[in-house]
């Protein structure tokens, strides 16, 4: 399980810190564009069609996007019990930036009792709708599956309590899983998306989300010798280097025919600050690679990674898919050092994993 090479062992400290006497009112350092990044965002997921089983298998990012989902999985589930050891059964939850309904699911697993799902791109809404409609269709019993309602809406321009169709609805846990760094353009659409993720969420209520580590991001750009890094699977492309503002920093992301749109770094001192202004407390941070170590260690979410397909086993015919020696190298060397050759394990190809590791895990708790 250690085939991915050694992880970074301290954190850059490219990106400047503001001031702790700085006046937060202040903390953007070049002045907006309006240009609506949203829109963009928003036009690029309603384009994506929804394929099948068989044409994801096919994807080079089929074992990196089902190691995601993994790491959502546990995230998920863990804070569901975490919830639940504190007297709550009928949880209530808020998928901010829900995207298709990819964690519905998981939502059914953990039990939970109401989810209100909300995001910018109209035609995912109404997938995610067409997902849980087909879920309810398919559960043995009406009961044993949670209401929800379905908002389209821009979380960093309006706010969602107004939509409820419960006035005064409040939330056990808010998920926003890679979504939270669109919102990031500016001061007042992180603050709001903050705001729809907290202020309705219960006293000892849970944010939780994946984000893209900004240390891990910057740390890439300034060893590379252009503008942007990155592999035959994805690209990451800054317009400049060496003065990263705190807001609006500016980014083109493209993933393999999933993802190719414009994202702004987080830089998480700042997160965490503001986060505490709706009485937020850190609980956790970690790179996906720490989280992944962390957790891997748990017999059950080791059987759930086998169940979800979340490495691919090695060696193996990769699926047909032509592939370059060097994808495998850690892999065949880890089976070299261990002295046994003939072994099999589960691993990502060295391009997901360079893919994969630029994110990271973060959970929130309301203290107030």
Not at 228 to 248: K, W
Not at 274 to 302: D, N
Request: some cysteine; hydrophobic content about 35%; aromatic content about 10%.
């Amino acid at each position: 399980m250690d085939a991915f090479g050694e992880g970074t062992k301290k954190e850059m400290a490219i990106l400047k810190r503001s001031r702790d006497e700085e006046d937060e009112s202040h903390l953007t350092r070049k002045p907006e564009v309006d240009v609506d990044h949203n829109t963009n965002v928003a036009n690029h997921y309603n384009r994506l069609q929804e394929v099948g089983l068989a044409a994801r298998s096919q994807s080079r990012i089929f074992f990196m996007r089902n190691f995601n989902n993994w790491m959502k999985s546990v995230l998920i589930g863990e804070t569901v019990e975490k919830v639940r050891d504190n007297g709550q059964q009928h949880l209530s939850v808020l998928d901010l930036g829900c995207g298709k309904g990819g964690d519905l699911l998981k939502w059914r697993k953990g039990g939970i009792g109401h989810l209100v799902c909300a995001d910018i791109a109209s035609v995912s809404v109404e997938q995610c709708r067409s997902r849980y409609e087909d879920l309810r269709r398919k559960s043995h019993r009406d009961e044993g599956m949670f209401s929800a309602q379905f908002i389209m809406a821009d979380c960093t321009k309006e706010p969602l309590a107004d939509k409820f169709d419960r006035p005064g609805l409040t939330f056990d846990i808010c998920s926003c899983q890679f979504v939270y760094h669109y919102s990031f353009e500016s001061e007042a659409k992180a603050d709001m998306m903050l705001r729809n993720a907290c202020e309705c969420l219960k006293p000892g209520g849970y944010f939780i989300g994946t984000t893209p580590d900004a240390y891990e991001l910057v740390k890439r750009l300034e060893a590379s010798h252009s503008l942007s890094f990155g592999n035959d699977l994805f690209q990451v492309s800054f317009q400049a280097r060496g003065d990263y503002p705190l807001f609006g920093c500016q980014y083109h992301f493209n993933l393999d025919q999933v993802v190719d749109v414009p994202e702004f770094l987080v830089y998480f001192p700042l997160f965490e600050r503001m986060a505490s202004r709706y009485g937020m407390r850190l609980v956790t941070k970690q790179r996906f690679s720490e989280f992944f170590r962390e957790k891997v260690k748990l017999s059950h979410h080791r059987s759930l990674m086998m169940k979800m397909a979340s490495l691919e086993e090695f060696p193996g015919d990769h699926g047909g898919r032509p592939v370059s020696e060097g994808e495998y190298q850690h892999a065949r060397e880890h089976c070299d050092r261990a002295g046994n050759a003939g072994i099999r394990l589960g691993t990502l190809s060295r391009s997901e994993w360079e893919a994969a590791s630029i994110y990271l895990v973060f959970v929130f708790q309301k203290m107030s």
